[in-house]
């Protein structure tokens, strides 16, 4: 479902193996590794962006009352989605605001892909079994309309990028519009991909 073009164009030469991403080492002063989540400080916000695989979106989901997981279980075999978890606080004594839309996963050969939309993820859910339940935690947790934190606001959610390119190895997510008190402070995030042999 996820994705189904990018896996099916690489699929004949594509590395074999479990995909696993995880944060490569930091090249900057502000950013740090802890476990599997990166944390920067963006100009005085807290930022941290984790990748989230299969299991880690269901204890997200189980985390979040009232909500369930909205993807499909047989998405994750087939095309499976490629999800972050990010989380910004406001810890600034101005606004915070980011456009998620703008936000880019970019490949080391260059290839950028946009975060999927509330609207797209609409399409692709309409016909599956507890369409309206998926729809409302997409709604309550998807990153995918402008956000304007006041200072101490905090927000959490996805970003939903389709199936990874067979062929990533270094992947960068960039959040080119961000800023604070109307001052742009882009950043940007590295993850190294590695696959995993599957017997």
């Known amino acids: 479902m996820f994705g189904t073009v990018l896996f099916l164009a690489g699929c004949a030469s594509s590395p074999k193996g479990e995909v696993v991403i995880r944060p490569s080492p930091p090249t900057q002063p502000t950013h740090q590794v802890v476990g599997e989540a990166i944390f920067a400080s963006v100009g005085g916000a807290a930022v941290t962006v984790q990748w989230l695989p299969a299991p880690g979106i269901e204890q997200f989901y189980v985390g979040k009352t009232g909500l369930v997981n909205p993807f499909p279980q047989e998405d994750w075999k087939e095309t499976p989605p490629t999800i972050f978890l990010v989380r910004v606080r406001n810890q600034t004594p101005e606004a ?101 042999e599957t017997e």
């Open 96 to 196: 915070v605001q980011f456009d998620p839309t703008l936000v880019s996963l970019v490949t080391q050969r260059g290839r950028r892909e946009r975060p999927m939309s509330y609207e797209e993820m609409y399409m692709r859910l309409s016909e599956v079994e507890g369409t309206s339940a998926r729809l409302r935690s997409l709604e309550a947790t998807l990153l995918s309309r402008f956000v304007v934190l006041q200072p101490g606001g905090q927000r959490d959610g996805l970003l939903v990028f389709p199936t990874l390119d067979p062929d990533a190895k270094h992947l960068s997510l960039e959040f080119a519009s961000f800023f604070i008190g109307g001052r742009a402070v882009p950043s940007f995030f590295e993850f190294q991909v590695l696959r995993q």
